[in-house]
């Protein structure tokens, strides 16, 4: 009798833990997103909550400018099924990684559709650095709510209702950036790389000039001249850099010109803590340091 009874329970626990293994390996039933920034990302998190997944593809370290997609990312994002894209050329991968992808029916939204483009000689296709402003930052969360609620029609409601509170805090944001702003002195900036464009437009702030014109190519003796008289005519106080870029261009023409080297992030450092409103205040802290 003993003998039975133990061979019946080690067979009830060998069908528990074999329904155990089971149940552990089920596929996560979260909407998986691609995003390829992490302020999209971010956005994406804002909206979705807890029935998204979110993998964001360029590193903050990373410059996105000259990306590649590794066969580790394509691997991660092969079953997404929303792919979250900025836009204006900023993706130049992106051909390559939605052919790559193994769900036919994947959503591919490029979020900033429909903003007013700035040009500059830097980027071919325009400016594409639209989410470091918040105004247009909100056309860019509708964007991904819109392909959620296309995505995952059931929770609808849910991501409707994060859209409408995130929309909120943005302008919020919007809000004290203004206020802020309006107590700075200095209005002219000097940058390594035009990121802040979109940014200095909505804030009344002048983009003097940019250091490197083209990625990859440093001024020559002449522009490096030119770009330091321009700083002392104007008496730049700030000239932002970027830690995606080298500095020492940046510091050679701040040490010629009283100016000051701003480091500026644009991108962050994606992870579940990352957020878009506090990269957005902490730029704007670093800027205040040189611009009041």
């Not at 190519?217 to 770009?227: H, Q, V």
């Not at 106080?237 to 020492?248: D, G």
Request: hydrophobic share 45%; net charge negative; glycine share 4%.
């Amino acid at each position: 009798m003993n003998y039975r009874r133990a061979a019946f329970l080690v067979s009830v626990g060998l069908i528990l833990a074999s329904t155990g293994c089971r149940n552990s390996q089920q596929p996560d039933d979260r909407v998986l997103v691609a995003a390829s920034i992490a302020p999209l990302a971010d956005f994406t998190r804002q909206i979705g909550a807890d029935k998204v997944h979110v993998v964001t593809i360029v590193p903050g370290s990373a410059n996105p400018h000259t990306f590649e997609i590794t066969p580790d990312i394509i691997s991660r994002c092969s079953k997404a099924r929303v792919l979250v894209l900025n836009g204006i050329g900023l993706e130049f991968w992106a051909g390559k990684l939605a052919s790559t992808l193994q769900n036919p029916d994947v959503i591919i939204i490029t979020t900033a559709q429909g903003i007013a483009v700035l040009e500059d000689d830097d980027h071919a296709q325009g400016n594409p650095h639209v989410w470091l402003d918040p105004v247009y930052a909100k056309l860019q969360v509708q964007a991904i709510s819109d392909a959620l609620v296309k995505a995952d029609p059931p929770h609808a409601s849910l991501y409707r209702q994060n859209t409408t509170h995130y929309l909120q805090k943005l302008d919020v944001l919007h809000a004290q950036i203004t206020e802020e702003v309006s107590t700075w002195r200095q209005r002219e900036f000097i940058c390594f790389h035009p990121s802040w464009n979109y940014f200095a437009n909505r804030y009344g702030l002048v983009q003097a000039a940019v250091i490197e014109k083209r990625p990859g190519f440093e001024p020559n003796p002449r522009e490096m001249a030119e770009l330091i008289e321009l700083a002392r005519r104007l008496q730049v106080r700030a000239i932002f850099a970027e830690k995606q870029f080298p500095a020492k261009i940046s510091e050679t023409i701040a040490a010629e010109s009283a100016a000051q080297v701003i480091a500026l992030d644009p991108l962050g450092q994606d992870g579940e803590d990352f957020s878009y409103e506090d990269l957005i205040r902490y730029n704007v802290r670093q800027m205040a340091t040189a611009m009041k």
